[in-house]
Structures are given as C-alpha cells and as structure tokens.
C-alpha cells in the first residue's frame, strides 16, 4: 500500500470519526509482519494509541458499516440498513441518520431502507423532509406517517412526557397524576399494564387541556395507539369523556393511595419492617390510620368556609399585566379591585367575624366527621396520611418504599381493594 491508496480510506475514517465520534482519529494503517491489516486509533484527551479490535462493538460496527458505503454502493444503488443504533448509547444514535443522509446516500445518489426501534432515530426521521417514515405495524400493514396528519398527536404526547416512539411502538401509554403512581402500577399490576409506557403527569388543569387536544386531532383519525389517563378524583369528578383510543377513567376514591389503606395488609407489611414504634395490634393500627385521617378535616373545613365569604383577591392576575397596553389601564384594574376589597372589610369586626368563623366551621366539622366515620378511607388524602403515618412508625424504609410494599402485597392476595382498583384500569387498559 502506498501513500495515494492510503488517502482515501484515512479520509473516510477522519470524516466518520469528526461527525460521529469525535474525540478519536486514525494514527495509522499499515501491514504487519504477519501480512495482516493493522488499524491503530488515537485518542485525542490522552494521546494513547490502540488496535481498532479495542473499540465497542457499536463503534465497530459504525466504521465498518460506513466505509463499506461510501467504498462499495455504486451511484443509484439501494441499502438496507437493519437497526443502526445497536449497541451505541443516544448521544451518538442522534447523529447516525443526519450523517447517513448528508455524507453517504445524497452526495452518492443512493437511497436507504432503514429499519429501527430508536427513538431518536424515529424522531430526526419524523422531522426530515428528507425521509419517509413508515410503521411496520404488521406482516401485512406497512403505514405512512405523515407529518401534517400526526403533528398535533406527537405535540400533545410530548407535552404529556410521551415520546412518538412510545405511540407507534408500544401498545399505548397510561398517564397518571400522583408522583408514585407509575411505578406503583408497574408494581401493582404488572400484567395489567405489559407493554403499556407509563407517565406522570403535572397539574390537573394542564392535563385536562392536553386530553382535549388528543380528543380533537382523534377526531381527525390520527390516533393509532390507546391513550389513557387515570385521574386522582381530588373530590372534583372530571367532565371529561374518552371516544376510541383516547381513554379517560377517574379513581373512585380521594387518589390511588386510598387503595392501599387496608389496615390489614398494611399491618402484615409492617410486621416484617419492624418500625421503632410498632402498633400494639391490628385495632391500634386502624384507630391510629383514623385518627390521622379525621386530623384532615381541620383544613379541609377551614379552606371550605373561608372560600365561601367569597373575598375579593387583591394579587396580580397574569391576564392584566400581560393583557393590558399600559400602566394606567392596569392601575385602573387593581385599582377596582382594592375598592371592592376595601368595601367589603369596611364593616369587619374582628371579634365578630372570629366567633361566626368558629360557629360555621364547628357545625361543618360535626357533619363532615360524621360522613366520614366510616368512609374515611374513601374520603381523606390518603398520600398525605401515608406520610404522616410512616413519620409516627419511625420506619426505616422511605415512605416510596412502604407503598411498594403495600401495593405488592395487595396484588398476591388479590384483596377487595386491588380488584376495585384492577376493576377501574380495565375501563382504560384491557388485557392482553
């Protein structure tokens, strides 16, 4: 080998290298004793000199695939290219099709049929106008994914923490509310939701606004995977109804971890952590779980007859300041407000207001204690008395953990709870 037959492949290797894997460069080819090839790679950060069979089989596989293109297709030709990203990480499978595109198959004339199950490969291809993407959804059925017909689907799933990968691929995805709840379902129902990406979602007004935008592009049959949103109640049943894969279902209860309030399950899982300070017994358990629910009802009755003398809010609301052309029309605004304010507290007694705030919460607390004697496992924040009741027990294991724990336990029994709760996914995720 010369020096002029040397030139090329040291070009493919330096442009390879500087696109996808930089960092690295070739030191040298040349022939050995034993008549063999000897590839040697430099790498940049520390100068140290190694034999192309020590780098990863993805890098491998990357050098080797793309000089065969550039050095073998002829102009015109076709390649089949069977999952790229194998055995690279993400940082480095982002940049496969761009460099595919740019450097081989357009400066070449030569057309790719790229199969894959990345999705950083599926979305660069969704975004190019240079390539069609196709879903292979069976042996018979190889749909187009058209750009102006998903947008809107892709963008609200993105917003929900989906990936367009996740809609095409999987069987669908779960969207829940409560910061545990994904992985408590995995935990809980793992057969339930097989095949299912599960996601967790923010605020509830936020979700019901990205719901709606999936009800209106399903309208335009653009939707190919189930959808499906499981709520907390919050004690504020939704509106809102599912139609065809946009799939809507509400806990029956204040959230999912109301579920897990079996004092009897509960009292099994704690005999095996052994906290620092055990219930005496199963009764002790369920009296302290009440008494921590009930402890609820101060706040819950406090807000309610506060919000009901209906006070005016003198903050900012963003629809002034950022709606209104200028300073005086905003001051005009707040300026009303203030008014209205000033208005209703002219006549405020202290004393007054203090001993009929007292009087309409003590009533209110009487008939809310009394609704909830018995349904206070329906009824109460069971995330928060989780929490407390973990801090009494002075568990070792984190409150996440305990619910685990809870959730497990309650799926092998197949307790009255579990079935309630398998009962309400059913409506969204049927089984297999």
Not at 401 to 426: G, P, Y
Request: glycine share 6%.
């Amino acid at each position: 080998m010369g020096e002029p037959a040397r030139k090329a492949p040291k070009e493919d290797f330096e442009l390879i290298f500087s696109r996808l894997l930089p960092g690295k460069a070739l030191h040298d080819l040349t022939i050995n004793a034993v008549g063999t090839l000897s590839v040697r790679i430099k790498e940049a950060s520390s100068g140290a000199l190694y034999d192309i069979d020590s780098m990863s089989s993805g890098e491998k596989g990357l050098l080797l695939t793309f000089l065969l293109l550039r050095r073998s297709i002829g102009a015109g030709g076709i390649v089949l290219i069977d999952e790229p990203e194998l055995h690279l990480n993400p940082t480095v499978t982002r940049k496969v099709l761009p460099f595919l595109i740019e450097d081989i198959l357009k400066p070449a004339g030569i057309q790719a049929i790229l199969c894959t199950h990345s999705p950083e490969i599926l979305g660069i291809a969704y975004e190019r106008d240079d390539c069609t993407l196709l879903h292979l959804r069976s042996g018979r059925d190889l749909s187009p994914i058209l750009p102006q017909d998903k947008a809107e689907v892709f963008e609200a799933v993105r917003r929900l923490g989906a990936q367009t990968s996740d809609v095409l691929f999987l069987r669908g995805c779960v969207y829940v509310e409560g910061r545990n709840d994904a992985e408590l379902l995995d935990v809980g129902f793992p057969e339930r939701v097989a095949g299912f990406k599960l996601s967790q979602l923010g605020g509830r007004q936020d979700v019901e606004k990205e719901i709606q935008a999936l009800l209106n592009a399903q309208e335009q049959k653009t939707l190919d995977s189930p959808q499906c949103f499981v709520f907390d109640l919050d004690r504020k049943p939704s509106e809102l109804t599912g139609k065809d894969n946009v799939r809507i279902a509400q806990w029956d209860r204040y959230c999912f971890e109301n579920y897990l309030l079996d004092d009897e399950v509960v009292y099994d899982v704690l005999k095996e952590l052994k906290p620092q300070n055990p219930p005496e017994s199963r009764i002790a358990l369920r009296t302290m779980m009440k008494d921590i629910a009930l402890g609820q009802l101060r706040g819950i009755v406090a807000r309610e007859q506060y919000a009901a003398f209906a006070y005016e809010n003198s903050g900012l609301r963003a629809s002034e300041v950022d709606g209104l052309r200028d300073y005086k029309d905003i001051g005009a605004v707040l300026a009303k407000r203030l008014t209205a304010v000033q208005s209703q507290l002219a006549s405020h007694d202290e004393a007054n207001w203090v001993r009929d705030f007292d009087q309409k919460c003590a009533a209110r607390h009487t008939q809310l204690e009394a609704e909830w004697t018995d349904k206070w496992p329906l009824r109460c924040d069971g995330k928060r008395l989780l929490v407390e009741l973990h801090k009494q027990l002075g568990l070792k294991v984190s409150a996440a953990d305990l619910k685990k724990r809870i959730v497990t336990l309650m799926a092998q029994r197949k307790s009255e709870s579990w079935r309630i709760a398998d009962n309400i996914l059913s409506e969204v995720v049927p089984r297999r």
